[in-house]
Nanobody
């Protein structure tokens, strides 16, 4: 099971980051992929998910600011995050929806 997330970092409020998660073919192919995040002291929460055909769902807190997409040829799912806020901080994980297959996470810090 391989899910490799990357792209996190430190960004100022209002800034942007683009996360990537490359998965092995057995995980990615035909599956709904999702991004979750976990802030310190809080439960992991769903940020966005995307079906194999490209249908998307977003948490209310990120609608209009985040965009999830996927490249099926590269077994990769992306999360474009714009207008970042301090409440977006946390470790972001990718996941095949409905499974316990998780990547190692990438840290997003929003601070001036």
């Amino acid at each position: 099971v391989q899910l490799q997330a990357s792209g996190g970092g430190l960004v100022q409020p209002g800034g942007s980051l683009r996360l990537s998660c490359e998965a092995s073919g057995s995980i990615f192919s035909g599956g709904t992929m999702a991004w979750f995040r976990q802030a310190p002291g809080k439960q992991r929460e769903l940020v966005a998910r995307i079906s194999p055909g490209g249908s998307t769902n977003y948490a209310d807190s990120v609608k209009g600011r985040f965009t999830i997409s996927r490249d099926n040829a590269k077994n990769t799912v992306f999360l474009q995050m714009n207008s970042l806020k301090s409440e977006d901080m946390g470790v972001y994980y990718c996941n095949r929806w409905g499974t316990s297959w998780w990547g190692q996470g990438t840290q997003v810090t929003v601070s001036s």
